[in-house]
């Protein structure tokens, strides 16, 4: 049995590994860990967005010796052209110093937000207002929201894992 450590306390993106495991048949648990991204709050970049994924994967190995591999997920803002877009990262680090990325679907952000997010504001509290709803980040997500449930956050973070899952099942019959 192998020990997926998490690195964020998010049930949206907690379940995405959940998911995962279950599509995989994966014979792995999870543990959950509130790890520092080491980026600003609201990543504002496509690489900005990719080391806070990057970074709470590394964290979560450092924080339980027996974790078999560490995975971060981050959302964050990405801007093409002066259209602002929502962009998602995740990460996956293991013991041998192995680190494999991938990032998800981008999706453009309605006007409002995006000029919210460059006001200062976070995509979360935006997000809330923008859908009369409370706590969009744990739940559905932005995507969700400008999706009307068609992707969720949950989905678009599985999608990413199931990438990296894939890359790293790549990997190892590349080396055998
Ligand atoms: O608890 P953690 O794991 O930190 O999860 P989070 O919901 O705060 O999400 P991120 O840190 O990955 O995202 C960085 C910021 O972007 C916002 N954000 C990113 N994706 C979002 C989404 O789909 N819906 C709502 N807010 C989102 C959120 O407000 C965060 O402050
Ligand atoms: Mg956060």
Not at 91 to 111: C, F, K, T, V, W
Not at 120 to 136: F, I, W
Not at 150 to 173: Q, S
Request: charged share 20%; hydrophobic share 40%.
């Amino acid at each position: 049995m192998i020990i997926i450590g998490v690195g964020t306390k998010n049930p949206a993106k907690i379940e995405a590994v959940n998911q995962l495991i279950q599509n995989q048949s994966m014979d792995a648990i999870i543990r959950s860990f509130d790890v520092p991204s080491g980026i600003s709050a609201m990543p504002m970049s496509d690489s900005e967005t990719r080391q806070g994924a990057i970074n709470r994967a590394k964290a979560v190995l450092q924080q339980d010796s027996e974790v078999t591999f560490g995975v971060g997920m981050e959302g964050g803002v990405s801007d093409i052209d002066g259209d602002m877009y929502l962009c998602n990262w995740a990460a996956a680090a293991d013991r041998h110093g192995q680190l494999i990325s991938a990032g998800g679907a981008r999706i453009l952000l309605p006007e409002v937000l995006a000029e919210g997010i460059r006001a200062g504001h976070e995509l979360g509290d935006l997000a809330d207002e923008y859908a009369q709803q409370k706590n969009v980040r744990t739940h559905g997500g932005t995507i969700g929201i400008l999706t009307e449930g068609r992707i969720t956050r949950t989905e678009m973070f599985l999608h990413i894992l199931k990438l990296i899952e894939g890359m790293y099942a790549h990997r190892k019959t590349e080396n055998s």
